[in-house]
């Protein structure tokens, strides 16, 4: 069990990480009007988040299955919420990879000085997903029950 449970562990803390360089980028792009911050926030959620929640989702899953919680009514609330927050995380981090890929290519087209509302947008779902991503990182350290 070590090495599939260092891949989640190590997964999430890079997603983790991930997570937090993009909102830190796109909250101080957003303030200072900087695209260079916009961009940056998009390579991270591309370059870093997306991988690194393969990384966490599928050792998590292997784990989970090889200790036989198939969803049944014997599952810890733990894994219930690390299941919630990993599939509605995934999907919320795909369409702001999206969302702020194409509002950094308007900017970089139109070359205007501040991020573009789609940009804005994905910052805030980034920020959602990070919210959640803690949330399940307590809940996998706690194992409240």
């Known amino acids: 069990w070590n090495f599939p449970l260092f891949m989640h562990v190590l997964g999430a803390m890079l997603l983790v990480g991930g997570l937090t360089g993009a909102v830190t980028a796109f909250l101080l792009g957003w303030r200072r009007d900087a695209p ?24 998590g899953q292997w784990i989970a299955s090889k200790e036989g919680f198939d969803g049944g009514e014997e ?9 919630i927050t990993a599939e509605g995380g995934g999907v919320l981090l795909l369409l702001s990879i999206i969302l702020t890929g194409i509002g950094v290519r308007r900017t970089r087209r139109a070359e205007s000085p501040g991020p573009s509302t789609l940009v804005r947008i994905g910052a805030v779902l980034t920020t959602i997903v990070l919210a959640a991503y803690l949330v399940a990182v307590w809940a996998m350290s706690v194992k409240p029950d």
């Open 75 to 83: 599952e810890p609330a733990w894994i219930g919420i690390g299941y």
């Open 36 to 59: 260079t911050l916009s961009r940056f926030g998009f390579w991270s959620l591309l370059a870093v988040a997306f991988p690194s929640w393969w990384l966490m989702r599928v050792p």
